[in-house]
Every structure is written in C-alpha cells, then in structure tokens.
T-cell receptor
Framework: TAGITQAPTSQILAAGRSMTLRCTQD?????MYWYRQDLGLGLRLIHY???????GKGEVPDGYSVSRANTDDFPLTLASAVPSQTSVYFC???????????FGPGTRLTVL | GQNIDQPTEMTATEGAIVQINCTYQ??????LFWYQQHAGEAPTFLSY??LDGLEEKGRFSSFLSRSKGYSYLLLKELQMKDSASYLC??????????WGAGTKLIIKP
C-alpha cells in the first residue's frame, strides 16, 4: 500500500510563477490537509478538506488554493509564488477529523 | 492566542530515560498527539491522550493533565534510532491540530 504520495519531491521555482503540488492517498480517508513546515516553527495548516467536495482555510491560507474533486487527490496551487513560500510542504490524511493524521513524504520548495 | 511550548533541544544517553514536556494554551481541547519526525522525513504518529493519565506503548509513554495544560512524552531504554524531533500537537475546538515547534532529541553513545 502506497499510503500518501506527494510530487514533486523537490522544486526550485522562480518568483511569480505558478505551481501545483500534488497529493494522492489510497487509504480512502475522508479528511486531507496541507501543512508547511519552517525551521523553528511548528507545522502550520494551510488548507484542509473534511470530505470530498469541501475545503476550508487553515492558519496560513494566503497565496494558496486547493480543490478536492474526489476522495484520493488534494492538490495545492501557488498562483504566483513569492520567496516567503519557500518551505517544506506536507500533505496529510485521516479517516475523519477525530483520528490521527498520516503524512506524505513532503515536497521541498524553494522560491527564488 | 493558541500556543504550544516544548524545549527546543534535549540530549540524552543511550540506554537512559528522557522526558519531553509540552505545555499548551488552546481554544478548546479535543486530544493531544505526539509525533516523531526523523530529519528529512515525514512526521509519524506515536501516541494520543484525551483523558488525564498515562498511556503506555512499549518503550514510549505519554502523560496528560488537562487542568494544567501539560503533557510529557517519556522514552525509556533509549536507542540511537530515537534521535529525532518529537512534535506535540493539540486538537482544538475546530478539530484542527495546533503544533509545537518540536523538540530535537540527540542521543549520545
């Protein structure tokens, strides 16, 4: 079982360009999440989806958008990247909002 | 505001016991999680506490006091592979996880 996969593993992006980070899970989990992790800070929630067809804003949603067209996929889009979006991005999923979260391997993004 | 505090770094000796503390102030409480994160890897789930008391799982135990806004993770018989960051997270009234910055645990032979 693959669990959660993320792509790409890493990326260098020019400021002003757009990019979509991909996240796919095969566990049929209802809830999915996008976090960013920066040195010295805890994981910060960007967007979440409690079930397919619904999304919500987390703590730091500005500059990011998501969609949840089906149960398995939860892409994160940066419309116009800025250097402050340089970070490691983790996608996570859970059976429901009452359960522990399972994390993907992460995407390391550098915006220059 | 919401706040999770953990020590930034701790050092311990192989075979010993270490306790990593976590204090929290959040809007609501619906459980506390501990995750382990090795350098360059994803966090992995260790333990969950929602009621006061101690939860034991092999070499790892986690304690919660809701009245004090306090938890600790206890690691016994430390092994070199336990060198990692340990993340404390509280599920708030919206059922979202609020994360501490993590405690980097260094194990010395």
């Amino acid at each position: 079982t693959a669990g959660i996969t993320q792509a790409p593993t890493s990326q260098i992006l020019a400021a002003g360009r757009s990019m979509t980070l991909r996240c796919t899970q095969d566990m049929r989990h209802n809830a999915m999440y996008w976090y960013r992790q920066d040195l010295g800070l805890g994981l910060r929630l960007i967007h979440y989806s409690n079930t397919a067809g619904t999304t919500g804003k987390g703590e730091v949603p500005d500059g990011y958008s998501v969609s949840r067209a089906n149960t398995d996929d939860f892409p994160l889009t940066l419309a116009s990247a800025v250097p402050s979006q340089t970070s490691v991005y983790f996608c996570a999923s859970s059976p429901g909002t009452h359960n522990e979260q399972f994390f993907g391997p992460g995407t390391r993004l550098t915006v220059l | 505001g919401q706040n999770i505090d953990q020590p930034t770094e701790m050092t311990a000796t192989e075979g010993a016991i270490v306790q990593i503390n976590c204090t929290y102030q959040t809007s609501g409480f619906n459980g506390l999680f501990w995750y382990q994160q090795h350098a360059g890897e994803a966090p992995t789930f260790l333990s969950y506490n929602v009621l006061d008391g101690l939860e034991e799982k092999g070499r790892f135990s986690s304690f919660l006091s809701r009245s004090k806004g306090y938890s600790y993770l206890l690691l016994k018989e430390l092994q070199m592979k336990d060198s990692a960051s340990y993340l404390c997270a509280v599920r708030d009234s919206n059922y979202q996880l609020i994360w501490g910055a993590g405690t980097k645990l260094i194990i010395k032979p």
